[in-house]
């Protein structure tokens, strides 16, 4: 995260416009800015050379009115308490908005995890698991994961969650290898989910996704799962980049064969088939009809939205739309698709990998996907909906479209509870 800009202010300030918006009063807007409970626990980790280092890590529930917190742990040497209050915040759009029995929570362990050994990752992964196991659980807050964990990190969570309480509580953390029951649609569901959105949104804007122009910031997990679906549904992938820089090629790229290229040489950058190699600011200001920034947050700013020149753009990134630059975007008619929507294929994914984890079933990867694909098109169309008909689209993007749409539904939880 930006350390100019606070996460947890912004995502006030954004709870604080939907409040205004759906006509609820301040009594909403204080049950919901903070979060039910942050727990920071301190790790201390034996290190391969024998000494013993420490570590802070936090994990926040914000919201369970929906159901059991939900959301990612994040490995980062910046990350704080106020980031992770941010992200747990998040999480609870992301899950109402698509229909999702969850509430909302986020974890983080203040570590630079590349200068880790794997031993040390390991003991850092289950002393941070076994400091918060009181607080997670199937039925509690499960877990997933986020920047720099991944599917072994959650075996290790799972093992130390196994031996505490002993017993196999496979549905504690969801993102977990397909040996330990996990689904292998799990690993391309976000991007498929951003493809899928991205599309709708060109098809409802520029008449179809068929030979448009598209332009992909990042070329990770999301980025690079998203181009290749965008290329199946018959778009033209003319740029793509990562953290050394981007490629363009005006015909278009064959997909798969630049992530074959990455995935020998560490980057997109010196692909052949390139016409040129480009900036990352360059390929946001790209003549394309779909942008999608699938890298970090904070990439489009007041500085560059003017010179934007896509109709659409699916936020495949957490964040990367500021609140001014959006502003801007919205006078200029440029859809936005945003976070809570564009990359809620991950989570959806996780609640059918812990469906199948609770009942003890198994469920093949076909059928995963046609669920992942139904219910985002269905928080789609709740969303554009609402922005139709409720909406001044002139002042407000599809977010704010969204944001009502998740916090209304919350909201009315909470009220069946009694708490609001
Ligand atoms: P990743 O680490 O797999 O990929 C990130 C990509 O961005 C890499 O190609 C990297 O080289 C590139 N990158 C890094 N810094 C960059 C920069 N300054 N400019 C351009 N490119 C840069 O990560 P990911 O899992 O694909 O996540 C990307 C974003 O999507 C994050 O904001 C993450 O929070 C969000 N997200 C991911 C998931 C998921 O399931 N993976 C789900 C929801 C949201």
Redesign the pocket.
């Known amino acids: 995260m930006s350390i100019l800009i606070d996460p947890y202010e912004e995502a006030k300030k954004q709870l604080r416009s939907t409040i205004e918006l759906l006509g609820l009063g301040e009594e909403a807007y204080e049950a919901l800015a903070v979060p039910e409970r942050l727990v920071q626990v301190k790790l201390a980790v034996r290190m391969d050379d024998g000494t013993v280092k420490t570590f802070i890590g936090w994990r926040s529930q914000h919201n369970s009115a929906l159901g059991p917190y939900k959301g ?1 742990i ?1 490995y980062h040497p910046d990350v704080t308490a106020n980031e992770v209050v941010a ?1 747990s915040m998040w999480m609870t759009w ?1 899950c109402s908005l698509a229909g999702l029995p969850y509430g909302g929570g986020k974890g983080g362990v203040r570590v630079d995890p590349k200068k880790l050994s794997a031993g040390e990752l390991e003991r850092l992964s289950r002393a941070y698991f076994a400091a918060i196991s009181d607080i997670v659980g199937e039925d509690l807050d499960i877990p ?5 964990t991944n599917p072994q990190v959650m075996a290790w969570y799972l093992d130390e969650y196994s031996k505490i309480k002993r017993g196999f509580y496979f549905g504690v953390v969801t ?1 977990k290898p397909v040996e330990l029951g996990g689904l292998m649609a ?1 690993v391309y ?3 498929l989910g951003t493809a899928i959105t991205a599309a709708e949104a060109a098809r409802r804007v520029l008449g179809g996704i068929e030979g448009r122009t598209v332009a992909v ?9 998203a181009a290749l679906f965008l290329e199946e549904m018959g778009a033209r992938v003319v740029a793509v ?6 490629i363009f090629n005006p015909n278009g790229f064959h997909v798969q064969d630049v992530i074959d290229f ?1 995935n020998k040489t560490g ?2 950058v010196g692909y052949p088939k390139a016409e040129k190699v480009i900036s ?1 600011e360059e ?1 946001l200001e790209l003549k394309v009809d779909v942008l999608v920034p ?4 904070n ?1 489009i700013t007041e500085k560059n939205a003017r010179n934007i020149k896509a109709k659409v753009i699916a936020e ?5 739309t500021t609140v001014e630059a959006e502003k801007m975007l919205t006078e200029m008619g440029v859809v936005i698709v945003p ?1 809570i929507l564009a ?5 959806i ?1 996780s609640h059918i990998e812990w469906v199948n984890n609770r009942m003890g079933g198994w469920v093949t990867e076909e059928e995963a996907r046609k669920k992942l694909e139904e219910r985002i098109m269905n928080s789609f169309n709740n969303v554009w909906k609402f922005w139709e008909s409720k909406l001044d689209k002139q002042k407000h993007n599809l977010r704010a479209a969204a944001y009502a749409v998740a916090v209304d539904r919350v909201v009315r939880a909470m009220k069946l509870k009694g708490l609001l």
């Open positions: 990612g994040r992200l992301k997933a994961p986020d920047v720099y993102g799990r569901s976000t991007g910031q990042g070329f990770g997990n999301v980025g690079y799962y980049s990562d953290s050394k820089g981007g990455k980057t997109v990352n390929l699938s890298a970090i947050e990439v495949g990134a957490n964040g990367p976070d990359n809620a294929g991950g989570v994914m």
